[in-house]
Antibody, heavy 119, light 106 residues
Framework: EVQLVESGGGLVQPGGSLRLSCAAS????????MNWVRQAPGKGLEWVSY????????YYADSVKGRFTISRDNAKNSLYLQMNSLRAEDTAVYYC????????????WGQGTLVTVSS | SYVLTQPPSVSVAPGKTARITCGGN??????VHWYQQKPGQAPVLVIY???DRPSGIPERFSGSNSGNTATLTISRVEAGDEADYYC?????????FGGGTKLTVL
């Protein structure tokens, strides 16, 4: 059974940093690209970042470019999101989601981890 | 940047057909994927590549895509279909989601 479990969310002050993790199981993690998608309270889905299976290709949404860094460790079946210079508007539930490659659909999602940026 | 436009809400009586649209410039040339999200839950894929259904998704869910509009159709709507629905495409190196449509079953 495919499982994606996010962790690392919490309360952080504006300008602070946080590192999210996504633990994957039930599939060959190194064969799939991964994404982070977020959802602000009461709002819609917003794509954050994409990383290919080998980490050779990485994309970011303009809203996080230069502040967030996506990475993965295929040996540990884990996906990460390093978030720096956090702003109030980054407050959201952050989901990791699996995609085979660019252009494909997100077939599995984690349950999400809440990040709250507030003083 | 590419924009996907969905109606904020759609209401339908049980047993009837719901149609949720997703508008975008020449969206018919792109592959559209649809997700269902119930309160407090993660999104679930319900339609991929315009009209394909993942295993476990009822045949009542179907999709189409042509011109400037993609459509998710839910036939014989049930109370359990009440949820938010999002369309999604890839635009070059970015992922675009529609704003979401809240389906209310009357």
């Amino acid at each position: 059974e495919v499982q994606l479990v996010e962790s690392g969310g919490g309360l952080v002050q504006p300008g602070g940093s946080l590192r999210l993790s996504c633990a994957a199981s039930g599939f060959t993690f190194s064969s799939y690209s991964m994404n982070w998608v977020r959802q602000a309270p009461g709002k819609g889905l917003e794509w954050v970042s994409y990383i290919s299976s080998s980490s050779s290709t990485i994309y970011y949404a303009d809203s996080v470019k230069g502040r967030f860094t996506i990475s993965r460790d295929n040996a540990k079946n884990s996906l990460y999101l390093q978030m720096n210079s956090l702003r109030a508007e980054d407050t959201a539930v952050y989901y990791c989601a699996r995609v085979y490659t660019i252009g494909h659909y997100f077939d599995y999602w984690g349950q999400g981890t809440l990040v709250t940026v507030s003083s | 940047s590419y924009v996907l436009t969905q109606p904020p809400s759609v209401s339908v009586a049980p047993g009837k057909t719901a149609r949720i649209t997703c508008g975008g410039n020449n969206i018919g040339s792109k592959s559209v994927h649809w997700y269902q999200q119930k309160p407090g839950q993660a999104p679930v894929l319900v339609i991929y590549y315009d009209s394909d259904r993942p295993s476990g998704i009822p045949e009542r869910f179907s999709g189409s895509n042509s011109g400037n509009t993609a459509t998710l159709t839910i036939s014989r709507v049930e109370a359990g279909d009440e949820a938010d629905y999002y369309c999604q495409v890839w635009d070059s190196s970015t992922v675009v989601f529609g704003g979401g449509t809240k389906l209310t079953v009357l």
